[in-house]
């Protein structure tokens, strides 16, 4: 603790040594001293029982002031001060002690007075604490404050918990250790509970609550249970009506995270007129973790950031460790931010399940933004940055009735290059009624520059209106920016980006449709790598193939899947949609299936829609599967496993078992359909090589001109 020179006066006795006890005594006079004057006793190091301040105490220019101790290191229970009375002090202000040392222990008091402090470190039972401090349930039924404004580690019980301080309720179940008559404003570092935590606070059973009215901080931090805590926080529940930092952060639990947040809950609306804002923390730093926490669980939770970058429910940027916490109800996330997610806004650090099962997270909040341009979204994450990963989460919330998406991904809206997201799934729907150009949507990932592997798509369903305004002389460059792109893993894979043992379930429940734009089961424009990916039998199919396979081999190991070719032919019905037409064994060409259909303009494929020159495709089943193009212009592809493919990079290893459409509206030339590739450019390179494919899907065109088992139409040099 240091050397600090302090001058004793107490309302009872100045000091009151080691083994000596003050019992029963009130102290109902108004006093003045020099530093450290205490309602009872200026010193304490033995037992003060039953003791109460009952009027106005202390002065501004004071420095260690408590209702009954100015310093304590020995015991105080079961003391108080009263209701509308005000405890007032410079530095180190507490309604029971302004100093709780090493061998101070504090059990079951209660402080009902105001506090007011000129400087920093104000709590309302201790304004420093290096001891024990046993909270018990705050009966108060008066407002009171407790205010620093221009001070620094301000709290509702504690303003500073030193290194060797603990906070702990020795009740069994909820205890609200705040409650809603209690105000607490400081400048920085303002916590309902602590202003700053440098120590221990939990619980052995109980799960402590604060109820605050309001909890501001007007230069800095501001938390529902601490402002600023470098150690451990376990067992919370912050439930007050308002945690707002007007130039700062602000977080349900914490502000800013540097240490562990566990098993904590936030029911309490979060904002900041200038920072950060965040359900659990406003940022987890990269050694914070946070486990085992929610939002939202017994009521609906506002979260607003002005001048933010990220928002998310959790946080909204994280730099450490987010494990098995969500949002677990109704969330709104507001502000200005561009980037929002279902976790946290910008993930740096990890973000994991760490059960046996995958972590589910079933809750999506509401996006309420003023941002005029286009969000980036995602069900876990906004953007998943360089080295970031996200892995083991089972994601099933849906992304409904919005139109101003630019990046939206099940779990991350951006993947960037170097980040990772592994062994995840997700399930659930997707509109998006009023899309631009460079537009991405995807069940994994919106735009992956990263790493997507061992992730699948249990349930999707997407409808997306898309825009498509390239044409046949197009560049690949210029497709790419010409039209937005649909994927049911990820809406584009960059030339950075692998996309690797990932899966879609064939279920008649899914559905890609799209008006305009690129569509792919796995990726609507792929420039990077995709292996192993595709219908969730691809796993088996390709388990034994390899470099030196045959196709032969590839065709046992597909049949032993249970893929195989419908035999009979489609019993073609005039004026009706494919998808309405039935074999001739009377089937339908597309009941069971997971469809995928362009109902305007644009291309569609199996695994890509559209395969740039510098993509590779490899070791990739596309299920029984309904593929459905009805666009009518030229320059568009539509294929099994890829709509258009202008890549350099050999194929090799495709199986298709989807069934290939090509609808017009009047008969046209020079439309194509393909059971492997709808159309095939070779206008950058030659040389290229397709090889070891196997087509057993149905193609099929309407008022369309060719179709190929392989291709539909090979053009270029």
Not at 413 to 430: D, E, H, L, P, S
């Amino acid at each position: 603790l240091g050397n600090f020179s302090v001058d004793m006066i107490g309302g009872m006795i100045g000091v009151n040594q080691k083994g000596q006890t003050i019992r029963h005594c009130e102290n109902a006079a108004v006093m003045y001293g020099f530093i450290g004057n205490g309602g009872i006793v200026g010193l304490n190091a033995g037992s003060v029982y039953r003791c109460a301040l009952t009027d106005h105490f202390g002065s501004l220019n004071l420095d260690y002031v408590g209702g009954i101790a100015g310093v304590n290191n020995g015991m105080i229970e079961n003391c108080g001060t009263v209701a509308g009375k005000t405890i007032s002090g410079n530095n180190y202000v507490g309604g029971i002690t302004g100093f709780n040392l090493f061998d101070g222990v504090l059990r079951e008091n209660t402080c009902y007075a105001g506090i007011s402090a000129a400087g920093s470190y104000a709590g309302g039972i201790a304004g420093k604490n290096a001891g024990i401090i046993e909270a018990g349930a705050d009966g108060g039924q008066t407002a009171r404050s407790v205010a620093g404004r221009n001070g620094t580690a301000i709290g509702g019980l504690v303003g500073l918990n030193d290194e060797a301080g603990v906070i702990r309720c020795p009740n069994r179940g909820a205890v609200t250790v705040v409650n809603d008559t209690v105000t607490v404003i400081g400048k920085q570092n303002v916590g309902g509970m602590v202003g700053n935590n440098a120590g221990t606070i939990t619980s052995d059973g109980a799960v402590m609550t604060v109820k605050a009215r309001l909890v501001q901080a007007l230069e800095g931090d501001a938390g529902g249970i601490a402002g600023k805590s470098d150690t451990a926080v376990c067992n919370m529940n912050n439930a007050s009506e308002r945690v707002t930092a007007d130039r700062g952060n602000a977080g349900g639990i914490v502000a800013v995270n540097v240490g562990i947040i566990e098993r904590c809950t936030n029911n309490g609306n979060v904002s900041s007129s200038q920072g950060n804002a965040g359900g659990i923390a406003a940022t987890n730093e990269s050694a914070g973790i946070i486990r085992g926490c929610l939002v939202a669980d017994a009521r609906a939770v506002n979260l607003r950031g002005v001048g933010a970058e990220a928002a998310g429910a959790v946080c909204a940027f994280n730099e450490g460790v987010i494990e098995n916490s969500a949002a677990a109800g109704q969330v709104t996330l507001g502000g200005s931010a561009g980037v929002y997610g279902g976790v946290a806004g910008i993930n740096r650090g990890t973000i994991q399940g760490t059960d046996r099962d995958l972590f589910a997270v079933k809750s999506m909040p509401q996006i309420a933004s003023s941002e005029a341009g286009r969000l980036t979204v995602g069900g876990v994450a906004g953007i998943n940055e360089e080295n970031a990963v996200i892995r083991g989460l089972a994601v099933e919330v849906d992304f409904l009735k919005f139109s101003n998406y630019q990046y939206l991904g099940g779990v991350a809206g951006v993947n960037a290059q170097g980040g990772t997201v592994a062994g995840c799934t997700y399930a659930g729907t997707m509109t998006d009624t009023a899309s631009l150009a460079g537009n991405c949507y995807g069940g994994i990932a919106g735009d992956n520059g990263g790493t997507l592997e061992d992730c699948r798509v249990d349930r999707l369903s997407m409808t997306v209106k898309g825009v498509y305004t390239a044409t046949s002389n197009s560049t690949a460059a210029q497709k790419e920016a010409l039209s937005s792109h649909v994927g049911g893993i990820a809406g584009k894979n960059e030339e950075s980006g692998g996309i690797i043992r990932c899966y879609l379930v064939n279920s008649a429940e899914s559905k890609m449709i799209a008006d305009s734009g690129m569509s792919g089961g796995v990726t609507g424009y792929n420039k990077g790598l995709i292996r192993n990916s595709g219908d969730a039998v691809t796993a088996q199919v390709m388990a034994e193939i390899t470099e030196d396979s045959t196709t032969d081999e590839l065709c046992a190991a597909a049949a032993g899947s249970g893929i195989a070719a419908v035999s009979d032919y489609v019993n073609t019905q005039d004026n009706r949609e494919i998808e309405a037409q039935r074999y001739s064994g009377q089937g339908s060409v597309s009941a069971g299936r997971m469809q995928m259909r362009m109902e305007q303009n644009g291309n569609v494929g199996g695994i890509t829609a559209y395969n740039a020159p510098t993509g590779t495709l490899e070791y990739c089943v596309s299920g029984t599967w309904f593929i459905n193009n009805k666009s009518n212009a030229i320059g568009v592809g539509t294929g099994g496993m890829i709509g258009m493919n202008e890549s350099e990079k050999d194929l090799k290893y495709l199986v298709n078992g989807a069934f290939v459409g090509r609808q017009l509206g009047t008969g046209a030339t020079n439309r194509f359909a393909g059971g492997i590739i709808g159309n095939q450019s070779n206008s950058t390179k030659s040389g290229w090589t397709i090889r070891n494919c196997v087509n057993y899907g149905t193609v099929y065109c309407y008022n369309a001109h060719y179709s190929g088992g392989i291709m539909g139409q090979w053009t270029g040099t």
